[in-house]
């Protein structure tokens, strides 16, 4: 770390990873501008942030595979690369469609990059140094997390909601530049046979048909979303190099963490898709002052997240994922009371925080048992599914939520009724918490680290396979 390559590299996974962290929180800000440019209803908008988490969803263990196999640092590049052509494609899409499918496009950009981002780290930096190189990228990470809100209510208040996705390209064509002088190449030695391709596959099938179903009411595709789910764990039992392997799922950790994982992601994306439309549609909040007023979940995240990471390794991580999913569910119905005439102090401010509150006090004891149930040779392949768990639900929940919670297209122009759905899929969300943390009580228990016989202590052994942490996702 303290040789300038070292710190080069940090930057450059820094800024690749910060490219689709900036996306998830600047494009819900421009939500509302979108739709009145381009004239899209709530559907247009679902698919404007479900199609960048669909492709995202899809393909990012296959991202970090291919990494493996044909060079992490090439295909982070290709992945910026990627991204930054399809930012091009979203910032001059002349209709909802166009947007959608470059919204698409750029998903499979992130999916190329965000693993590689953190491989890269553990594959280059000294072993000495690891820790506080992945500590920096994932502290930096969340800087770009927080201003995200703010820089995405004055982009699109003062230049207009197309120069969210224009700003990916300077940011893009710096992460190459650095990358391509700075960044070694590095490849796994071990990775061997075949990709799993027919897994990607029924996969990318099952989350397409699901999403569309979803969004469009339509059951026949969720039934076929669902039966293609099905198929998807058939394909891996047999898969001789399986996508998401079965065993990871013996630990009965890692399989409560990762449903605790899907019921909580699945009400954090809700409340950050439809919590931004509420306070402009029904507060008339403008971009900037809605994005500013999410920022104290971030803060306390900042601040706590690591604190907490240290007590769940002192009492393990079952109290805090019982405890926080439950104060995140009371602060979700605290939110019930923002309504057309609410003030920020006395009704948004309170359960803002007390949900932030209970994220910070969850988010840093789940990856700590994500990661721990596992042998440490299989943490980044482990981290890289669970990963794709919390991508998964966020992804559904967006899909279905608006309407399960009764928000249509006519709805989003009725401040009052957008408010009275809001509420309902607020109740939903605090349900899904409410799950999460009954499965964390119930299935979180004392279960050491199933450690290999033997590790090579080489780079390649410490997560790199593709590994994004859900701290870093919020």
Same mark, same amino acid.
């Given at each position: 770390m303290k040789s300038p390559r070292g710190r080069w590299i940090v930057a450059a996974t820094v800024l690749g990873s910060s490219l689709a962290m900036l996306d998830g929180t600047i494009v819900n800000i421009a939500l509302p501008a979108i739709s009145r440019d381009l004239g899209s209803g709530v559907s247009g908008l679902q698919w404007t942030v479900s199609g960048y988490t669909l492709t995202l969803a899809s393909l990012i263990l296959l991202g970090g595979a291919l990494g493996d196999r044909l060079g992490r640092r090439k295909v982070f590049v290709l992945g910026?690369?990627? #991204?930054?052509?399809?930012?091009?494609?979203?910032?001059?899409?002349?209709?909802?469609?166009?947007?959608? /499918?470059?919204?698409?496009? &750029?998903?499979?950009?992130?999916?190329?990059?965000?693993?590689?981002?953190?491989?890269?780290?553990?594959?280059?930096?000294?072993?000495?140094d690891r820790g506080a190189a992945i500590g920096l990228w994932s502290g930096l990470?969340? /800087?770009? *997390?927080?201003?995200?809100?703010?820089?995405?209510?004055?982009?699109?208040?003062?230049?207009?909601?197309r120069?969210?996705?224009? !700003?990916?390209?300077?940011?893009?064509?710096? +992460?190459? =530049?650095?990358?391509? %002088?700075?960044?070694?190449?590095?490849?796994?030695?071990?990775?061997?046979? %075949?990709?799993?391709?027919?897994?990607?596959? +029924?996969?990318? *099938?099952?989350?397409?048909?699901?999403?569309?179903?979803?969004?469009?009411? *339509? =059951? !026949?595709?969720?039934? #076929?979303?669902?039966?293609?789910?099905?198929?998807?764990?058939?394909?891996?039992?047999?898969?001789?190099?399986?996508?998401?392997?079965?065993s990871l799922f013996a630990s009965r950790i890692f399989l409560a963490a990762n449903l605790v994982t899907f019921a909580v992601y699945a009400a954090l994306g809700g409340v950050f898709f439809l919590l931004i439309l509420q306070l402009q549609l029904a507060l008339n909040y403008s971009p900037i002052a809605a994005g500013v007023a999410t920022l104290p979940i971030t803060v306390l995240m900042l601040f706590l997240s690591a604190r907490m990471g240290r007590l769940a390794q002192r009492i393990g991580p079952?109290? @805090?994922?019982?405890?926080?999913?439950?104060?995140?569910?009371?602060?979700?119905?605290?939110?019930? $009371?923002?309504?057309?005439?609410?003030?920020?102090?006395?009704?948004? !401010?309170?359960?803002?925080?007390? #949900?932030?509150?209970?994220?910070?006090?969850?988010?840093? @004891?789940?990856?700590?048992? /994500?990661?721990?149930?596992?042998?440490?040779? $299989?943490?980044?392949?482990?981290?890289? /599914?669970?990963?794709?768990?919390?991508?998964?639900? &966020?992804?559904?929940?967006?899909?279905?939520?608006?309407?399960?919670?009764g928000i249509s297209g006519v709805d989003y122009d009725s401040p009052t009724v957008f408010s009275g759905g809001f509420h309902t899929a607020m109740i939903i969300c605090a349900a899904l918490l409410a799950a999460g943390s009954l499965i964390s009580a119930l299935m979180i228990r004392g279960e050491q680290r199933a450690e290999p016989e033997s590790i090579d202590c080489k780079p390649h052994c410490d997560m790199t396979s593709p590994a994004v942490s859900p701290q870093t996702q919020v």
């Open positions: 910026t690369v990627w #991204f930054a052509i399809a930012s091009i494609l979203c910032g001059l899409a002349p209709n909802i469609e166009v947007l959608v /499918v470059a919204r698409l496009v &750029q998903g499979v950009g992130a999916a190329l990059l965000t693993p590689g981002s953190l491989a890269l780290i553990s594959a280059s930096i000294h072993p000495d990470g969340g /800087v770009a *997390s927080a201003i995200g809100p703010f820089l995405g209510g004055w982009l699109v208040e003062t230049a207009g909601w120069s969210v996705f224009l !700003l990916n390209i300077p940011l893009a064509i710096g +992460v190459v =530049w650095v990358a391509a %002088k700075h960044v070694p190449e590095s490849r796994d030695p071990h990775a061997a046979g %075949k990709l799993d391709l027919p897994g990607v596959a +029924v996969v990318a *099938s099952a989350l397409a048909l699901l999403t569309f179903g979803f969004i469009d009411s *339509s =059951w !026949l595709a969720v039934g #076929f979303g669902l039966v293609a789910a099905v198929a998807f764990v058939v394909v891996e039992v047999r898969s001789p190099n399986p996508l998401v392997p079965p079952r109290i @805090p994922m019982t405890v926080g999913p439950a104060i995140g569910a009371v602060g979700l119905l605290l939110m019930l $009371r923002i309504h057309p005439g609410s003030t920020y102090v006395l009704h948004v !401010l309170p359960a803002v925080v007390v #949900f932030g509150i209970g994220l910070t006090i969850l988010v840093a @004891p789940l990856t700590g048992a /994500v990661l721990g149930a596992v042998s440490t040779d $299989r943490a980044g392949i482990a981290s890289g /599914v669970n990963n794709a768990v919390a991508r998964t639900s &966020q992804l559904l929940a967006v899909a279905a939520l608006p309407g399960l919670a």
